[in-house]
């Protein structure tokens, strides 16, 4: 399936945004020609300008001039979606901006359009597959390498040419804020209601539910403290407080299930030196079975607890930013082929088996968590 669409630069940002009925008009008259003559061929329609908003328009429409862009689909890390951007000027003697003094002029409009048509045609066929230009968060110990990986060979396997930019080390709250702000592309989180409304969610689990299997990471020499626990009633009695960010899902789960947390506001990572100091006023940080083993390398201080296997039933999903929304349908198709091909479990074996393994997640004692109601 061809990825690049066309877009004609008709109508001034300033006219639409004062409400220009008539730019809007054009657009769609536009677009339903651009359609007709070119999707049928190159295997794709782009159904009016609207269906289009994802692909950054560049409004470059002046007085005299009609410029014509056919790019990717996918926005860049900027957010204009300039990767392959070829663009055709067509100049007239009509303002176009102008919202409704001047007609178009018929001979010219034509040409233009059968120029847009033939560049599409050409960018659109097989073998012109678009860049997806991504902009992704990296977290410390590596966390964050199995999720770019697994969106870089999914996307690639169906075709795709993948480019893949960072932002390192950012704290959860910059994550959520460069979400909402478009800066960046998406990110990995827990599925909550929440983030469902607020961001645009990709369905699909990109653990197989090993993140909410829980194990705990605790000060060395504090093993003893678990010994004797077996049942959720027993991990209350002992009073521990969990540390957790704060905002996150896994606070509501422990304190649906009534256990004591306390959340850490700004930088979680910090949790990792106030659990080491043991006067902190945290116990224990239960981390996810992918990630604890890095993180308890990273933090020689700290131990995990070898006997119990906390666990609800959650998984991380990517969440776009709703700037990038047109990638949703892409990445679903690639993350579901990438599970029934195998390539997925691949994955997840490469970054995470030898972890996995080491912690004995078969041999240890289960308590299930309650899952909050509300999310």
């Avoid at 009609?66 to 067509?90: E, N």
């Avoid at 960072?166 to 989180?189: A, C, M």
């Avoid at 020689?300 to 609800?312: C, G, K, Q, S």
Wanted: charged share 20%; hydrophobic share 40%.
């Amino acid at each position: 399936m061809p990825t690049t669409t066309t877009s004609i630069m008709i109508c001034r940002s300033d006219n639409l945004s004062k409400g220009g009925t008539l730019c809007k008009k054009k657009r769609a008259v536009y677009m339903r020609a651009l359609q007709t003559q070119a999707g049928r061929a190159a295997g794709m329609a782009c159904m009016g300008w609207q269906q289009c908003a994802p692909i950054r328009m560049i409004e470059t429409a002046t007085h005299n001039q009609l410029s014509i862009s056919i790019f990717t689909a996918y926005p860049s890390p900027q957010g204009m979606g300039k990767v392959g951007i070829r663009t055709f000027t067509c100049r007239t003697q009509c303002h176009f901006a102008h919202p409704i003094a001047r007609r178009h002029n018929m001979v010219q409009r034509a040409f233009c359009t059968v120029l847009s048509g033939l560049a599409f045609l050409f960018f659109g066929l097989p073998g012109h597959a678009a860049d997806i230009a991504l902009t992704l968060a990296t977290l410390p110990n590596g966390n964050h390498k199995y999720y770019h990986k697994l969106l870089e060979e999914s996307l690639k396997a169906q075709g795709h040419s993948v480019i893949i930019s960072v932002k390192d080390n950012l704290p959860q709250p910059r994550i959520v804020s460069y979400i909402e702000h478009g800066e960046l592309t998406l990110h990995w989180f827990l599925q909550t209601k929440e983030r469902d409304g607020k961001f645009v969610a990709v369905h699909h689990k990109l653990t197989q539910g090993l993140i909410g299997q829980r194990v705990m990471l605790i000060p060395k020499g504090d093993e003893a403290v678990y010994e004797r626990v077996k049942t959720l009633d027993d991990l209350k009695v002992t009073g521990k407080v969990a540390g957790l960010g704060q905002g996150w899902f896994d606070a509501d789960v422990w304190k649906e299930s009534g256990l004591k947390v306390m959340e850490q506001a700004g930088d979680w990572k910090q949790l990792y030196p106030m659990l080491a100091s043991k006067t902190r006023g945290v116990d224990y940080f239960p981390r996810g079975a992918t990630e604890i083993v890095a993180e308890a390398h990273a933090n020689p201080d700290l131990a995990i607890e070898p006997r119990l296997l906390l666990v609800y039933p959650r998984d991380f999903g990517f969440y776009l930013s709703k700037p990038h929304a047109s990638l949703k349908p892409v990445i679903e198709a690639a993350l579901e082929k990438a599970e029934k091909s195998g390539l997925q479990k691949k994955l997840i074996a490469e970054f995470f088996g030898a972890s996995i393994a080491s912690l004995n997640i078969n041999k240890r004692i289960v308590i299930p968590l309650k899952n909050p109601t509300a999310n």
